[in-house]
């Protein structure tokens, strides 16, 4: 029964093993992004600490590296749990076998006692011509082979359990130096946070004195940002009358904003189709401004609104196209710089803050194809693009659309 029982433990601990395997899998993965994220963030911080004086943009890239920082943690916190239950069902799993290996040799040690004194073959033949008649004789002698084979049975188990603990031994071992290098990854995170955290005080409470100057830069990335809703809604109503027009000559009938041609329809389903897994704008980044309104990382009651994202990159970063498409526009904005539209289907990309273009109107590009060099603020040695995803009149998150790296 207690062989069983055993049995029966061996089997759901192999179970869970599965099914830990699995989430653990799923914890690297997660483990592994942010890391990457830590390691470009930690670039990018180095490239804006380059300027003598503090600025927004060292704050904005600290705070998410403080973000990721705290995820990472979180994670490496949820592996330390779980390897504990492995370690607690393993142990658990270990005494149970070393019980029923006790049991089993104890079992063993009884059958080759009996064997010892009852080895004669002289004596093994008496008892089966002893028999009172033929059938218990034959009963007799499937005794006697009946027990050498559970004997032998007895043996292969002892092997079989023996093996098994060996096993659960070892992988208990792997579990434990896995959790003594979580532990010190954890204690080495924790101090890094800590760091980063004095680091984010600091820095903020330097930009308050500056409180003035962060308002009047606030006011004009507004006025910055309203140009380009405003050229891009121009540009989404001159793509409308040209669609339409073009519909008219054709004889097809307008229903939708931009009257689409079969191909154009084409590029537009397999531009929703492909939501949440269109490469990156760049080849590598990490965003620090997310789309929709956020509180400022200074100005107290002061609210920033984003049309996009912002993805963070390092200087001279070239900017790709997320999908295929024809450019609608390329535009100047305040400050120098540059902002690609592209068209796919009914969608519009707004790839901004460039320093040089590679493109031109008219011209059809595909995913990946290099638009353009993102744009460095000199003040604040800071590298980054903003994307935006329109569909018509809509504004859509662009990190919805966008694979994981």
Known sequence: MKSLLVATAIFFAASGTCLFSQTRDELERSKEELEREIRITSQLLRETQRTAEVNLGQLVVLNNQINRREQLLGTIQNEIRMINRRITSLTRSIEELENDLEDLRESYARLIQ??????????????????????????????????????RQQAEKILETQQRLDQQIAELREERDRQQVLLARQRDEVSDLAREKAEQEQTVSRLKSREQQLLRQLRQQEREAQELQD?????????????????????????????????????????????????????????????????????????????GIDISTNEGALARTIFDGTVSRVISVPGGFYAVIIRHGEYLSVYSNLVEVFVSNGQTVSAKDEIGVVGTNSREAKTSLHLEIWKGNDKLNPANWIARQ
Not at 117 to 140: L, P, T, V
Not at 248 to 264: H, K, S, Y
């Open 231 to 307: 050229a891009i809604r121009r540009v989404i109503a001159e793509e409308r009358r040209k669609a339409q027009e073009q519909a008219a000559a054709e004889g097809r009938v307008a229903t939708d904003m931009f009257a689409l041609t079969p191909e154009e329809q084409l590029i537009s389903d397999n531009f929703a189709g492909n939501r949440g897994s269109l490469p990156w704008p760049l080849e590598r980044g990490v965003i620090t401004s997310r789309f929709g309104e956020q509180p400022h990382p200074v100005l107290p009651g002061i609210k920033i609104s984003n049309n």
């Open 114 to 151: 009996y064997a010892a004194r009852n080895q004669d073959a002289h004596q093994r033949m008496m008892f089966i011509f002893s028999s009172e008649n033929f059938n218990q004789a034959y009963m007799r002698m499937r005794y006697l082979q009946q027990y050498s084979r559970h004997r």
